[in-house]
């Protein structure tokens, strides 16, 4: 199984043969994840030595050919990463609701930051992918690229993930009066960004507000980037 490593790796692993194995676990946080789970295979050693280099790893990127995104695939691959803060999965892949479950039950308490593709048809609601993910409480920063956010799942991550700082997304559907609930239940959210901002009082029959009580909920960011689609108001101008 070595073979498949670049030679230059082969040879800085063979020479680590009689390193103690925390020195040869850091030396193979150096290896991408398809090197660890070949290098693993070689002796009884290198497979301790991977397995704690996993524990020891706090930020990891999977791209579309990593792993199967299986969730009994996930779910074995994250149980040997338990203590990450950074998750990076690709972009180009859709993001399952199982897989974020599984995500969720091992990273609930160390995950700080995830980026991800989901896809939701949900325009009211909650979404059930987005109430996966509100499990990860300990959350700081969350980027959905090309992800619709509902309202009210927007303010089910604001009251679970308390201490969430930072969001991105393709766009949110949202009401004002859920605008000011998640300033009031997410007081450490301090950037909104990549976002298409859409306030549609309408959906709860309610009777349409200048469009500069929408912003004035969003007044404590220290970033905005927002594309904000609402009624025509001349006063948010001003």
């Known amino acids: 199984q070595a073979k498949t490593l670049s030679f230059r790796t082969c040879e800085a692993l063979k020479q680590g043969m009689e390193l103690h194995p925390e020195m040869l676990a850091h030396v193979i946080l150096a290896l991408n994840l398809k090197e660890r789970c070949n290098a693993a295979q070689v002796c009884r ?21 990593d792993c199967m995104w ?7 691959l994250f149980s040997k990463y338990c203590l990450l803060q950074e998750l990076h999965l690709s972009t180009e892949l859709l993001l399952p609701v199982d897989a974020i479950r599984a995500i969720a039950a091992i ?25 996966e993910l509100a499990k990860i409480h300990s959350l700081e920063e969350l980027r959905l690229e090309g992800t619709l956010l509902t309202g009210q799942s927007f303010l089910e991550l604001a009251q679970q993930c308390t201490s969430l700082k930072r969001l991105s997304c393709h766009e949110i559907l949202a009401t004002s009066d859920q605008l000011r609930q998640i300033t009031q239940c997410c007081p450490n959210l301090v950037a909104l960004g990549e976002v298409n901002l859409s306030v549609h009082n309408e959906l709860e029959g309610l009777t349409p507000e200048p469009a500069r009580n929408s912003l004035v909920q969003l007044s404590k960011l220290n ?11 001349d006063s948010v101008i001003r």
């Open 70 to 76: 299986k969730v009994e695939n996930l779910t074995g």
């Open 223 to 233: 970033s905005l980037g927002i594309n904000l689609f609402t009624e025509i108001d």
């Open 107 to 131: 990273l609930k308490s160390s995950l700080r930051c995830l980026t991800g593709f989901m896809v939701s048809n949900c325009v009211e609601g909650t979404q059930p992918a987005v109430t």
């Open 45 to 65: 050693a290198w497979k301790a030595a991977v397995d704690l280099s996993c524990r020891m790893t706090t930020v990891l990127r999977l791209g579309a050919s």
